[in-house]
């Protein structure tokens, strides 16, 4: 008994050789790139998960159309005057988190205002210049508020504001490249260690498998998958994941036939142990190195997989905001002086992507010690 408790040390300790060292970490934060790129998925992640609690438009899908105040400039102010509304109901923070807030006052907005008495009198905004609208007398108990509202990324076509959009969504893009990101782990490391460990006619099956997905373009395979799951918001994640797993195992078959004839496997082999316990704790362990770098490239490609199947219009749907179906909207307006409207979630869906492979770079680069 106490031989075999010696026999598990060994193998955990050279186990254990493999997991990330304090050495990685350094030559990690020597890479500026890597760090920067982490700072921006960070940022990126914190706005997906505070969403409605930041958006200056907290109702649902941030989907308050204003049609006077269509492609307004970034950094243009409107007043609004919000009108009471009784049947407001209380709403808790976690669904606000979730899914919004609605607005529960009508908005109008209004060139200028002044008080009359026990009135309020205001001229509605047209669109067009000042002294132009309709003239609003409102009972000053049934205004709510007045309140001067800077849209700094402007509007879009329909009057919504673009930061409030841009914000909600980078939830779509991170959540997309999340789940689609571990069904491809889930399916890639399973086949590949599968293949790689028992060889033989598994090896052929899978391999032939592999070979026979990774022959097909990845947008058609996207494309048609969609088509047979329907378009919406949960069919895209599982579209993306279930065309990605093929380079995760490939890189996963290649890593376990070079690490399946090290010494602690063949001794967990002497051991008697059985084979998942040998793949999950003796094997995977130390292949998370190129697995982690596959995966941050798979992230970012799952990203631009989204945003493509949005602007073809068979990705996340409408009202639900999207960089993808943000620039469908509105790449009319590139030729126009509103491109702002289309350069900005493009710019988005770069910032993030970009970050992504430089972070699997450094990733590479602090993984590789021969340099």
């Known amino acids: 008994m106490r031989l075999r408790k010696k026999q598990q040390a060994f193998i955990d300790a050279a186990t254990a050789g493999g997991s990330p060292s304090s050495m990685f970490w350094q030559r990690l934060r020597r890479n500026r790139m890597a760090i920067a790129s982490l700072v921006v998925i960070g940022l990126f992640a914190l706005v997906a998960i505070l969403g409605y609690l930041i958006t200056p438009d907290h109702t649902p899908y941030c989907n308050q159309q204003y049609l006077e105040l269509a492609s307004m400039k970034p950094l243009s102010k409107a007043t609004f005057l919000y009108l009471d509304n009784s049947t407001e109901a209380e709403q808790g923070p976690l669904k606000t988190l979730a899914k919004g807030r609605p607005l529960g006052a009508e908005a109008i907005p209004v060139y200028s205002y002044s008080h009359q008495g026990d009135s309020i009198v205001a001229e509605t905004y047209t669109g067009s210049i000042p002294n132009d609208g309709e003239t609003l007398r409102l009972p000053a108990s049934k205004v709510k508020e007045i309140k001067t509202r800077t849209f700094l990324l402007g509007t879009d076509t329909y009057g919504r504001d673009i930061l409030s959009q841009v914000l909600i969504g980078s939830r779509v893009s991170l959540s997309v490249g999340f789940i689609a990101v571990a069904i491809a782990l889930l399916i890639g490391i399973l086949l590949g260690s599968l293949a790689a460990y028992y060889g033989g006619w598994v090896d052929s099956v899978i391999m032939w498998l592999i070979n026979v997905v990774w022959s097909i ?40 036939l070079s690490v399946k004839e090290k010494e602690y496997v063949e001794a967990a082999r002497a051991l008697g142990y059985r084979t998942p316990r040998i793949i999950l704790r003796h094997i995977l362990p130390n292949i998370t190195g190129p697995v982690i770098v596959v995966t941050a490239s798979n992230f970012a490609s799952a990203i631009l997989l989204e945003a493509g199947l949005s602007f073809l219009g068979i990705g996340v749907q409408p009202p639900m905001p999207s960089w993808g179906s943000m620039v469908k909207e509105n790449y009319g307006q590139i030729l126009l002086d509103s491109a702002y409207q289309a350069f900005i979630p493009g710019l988005a869906i770069m910032l993030i992507v970009l970050a992504f492979m430089l972070l699997g770079n450094g990733i590479r680069d602090a993984l590789d010690i021969k340099n």
């Open 217 to 256: 373009p990845t947008v058609l395979l996207v494309i048609a998958i969609t088509f047979a799951l329907g378009k919406g918001f949960w069919q895209v994640f599982i579209a993306v994941g279930l065309t990605m797993w093929v380079d995760v195992a490939r890189v996963v078959r290649g890593q376990v």
